[in-house]
């Protein structure tokens, strides 16, 4: 009983001290180093991403949204497509619905703007953020996790492939005005070891909203 106690022991100990060891900021620049080198692959490719909004459980209104980046490497987005479910009202009611639909839509995309500035971070707010975080293994991937990442009070936590130090999973809570934001973020590789993001579930509670995204139609585009 002795011995099993101290092995346990000599066990947590060795997990403490390794804990105990690990160099954030080497760490946060080789991960920062990977990021940018795989969007530098990732600038090859033109996507699309489907959202699904569903107010109260229900889905009221599918965008396809198209994802490329210019020439100065800056990402841009372009809604190409936007489908309702909500039938249409005839007269002056139809015209304040149209209305509606426009600002709703427009929160959408502000919301997954949100999402989109914690999947994508820049070289310095990585380093930023390793700065800030705690950083633990956990299940055989590097996880590390702050608060006031972009705003004061926001929470991020990213799961890290130790191979290939790119990030496999994101969550975060954060606001979009007053109002609250939950995400995850989930991201995959192509044949190519490239690792892109795969897909994106919001909560917005205040506006008993909840959003799906999916990116799709990933192709290298011709030169």
């Keep these: 009983m002795k011995k099993s106690t101290l092995a346990l022991a000599l066990f947590f100990l060795s997990i403490a001290f390794a804990q105990a060891?690990?160099?954030?900021?080497?760490?946060?620049?080789?991960?920062?180093?990977?990021?940018?080198?795989?969007?530098?692959?990732?600038?090859?490719?033109?996507?699309?991403?489907?959202?699904?909004?569903?107010?109260?459980?229900?889905?009221?209104l599918t965008t396809i949204t198209e994802f490329s980046f210019d020439p100065q490497g800056k990402l841009v987005t372009k809604i190409i497509e936007a489908k309702t479910t909500v039938e249409k009202k005839p007269g002056l009611r139809g015209k304040a619905q149209?209305?509606?639909?426009?600002?709703?839509?427009?929160?959408?995309?502000?919301?997954?703007?949100?999402?989109?500035?914690?999947?994508?971070?820049s070289k310095g707010e990585l380093l930023d953020f390793f700065d800030k975080a705690t950083v633990t293994e956990k299940e055989g991937f590097i996880e590390a996790v702050a608060t006031g990442v972009r705003i004061p009070g926001d929470r991020l936590l990213v799961r890290i492939d130790p191979e290939t130090l790119l990030f496999t999973y994101k969550e975060f809570n954060s606001l979009l005005g007053n109002d609250r934001?939950?995400?995850?973020?989930?991201?995959?590789?192509?044949?190519?070891?490239?690792?892109?993001?795969?897909?994106?579930?919001?909560?917005?509670?205040?506006?008993?909203?909840?959003?799906?995204?999916?990116?799709?139609?990933?192709?290298?585009?011709v030169q």
Excluded: C
């Design 98 to 121: 149209a209305s509606a639909a426009e600002d709703k839509i427009e929160y959408i995309q502000k919301a997954l703007a949100l999402s989109m500035d914690y999947a994508m971070m």
């Design 181 to 221: 934001v939950e995400g995850t973020l989930s991201y995959s590789y192509f044949s190519n070891g490239t690792s892109h993001l795969e897909s994106t579930s919001l909560n917005l509670p205040a506006q008993k909203m909840t959003i799906e995204s999916a990116n799709q139609d990933y192709t290298i585009r």
């Design 21 to 60: 060891q690990i160099d954030k900021e080497s760490l946060s620049l080789e991960i920062s180093r990977a990021e940018e080198e795989n969007r530098n692959q990732l600038k090859e490719y033109i996507w699309k991403r489907r959202s699904d909004v569903f107010i109260e459980s229900q889905l009221k």
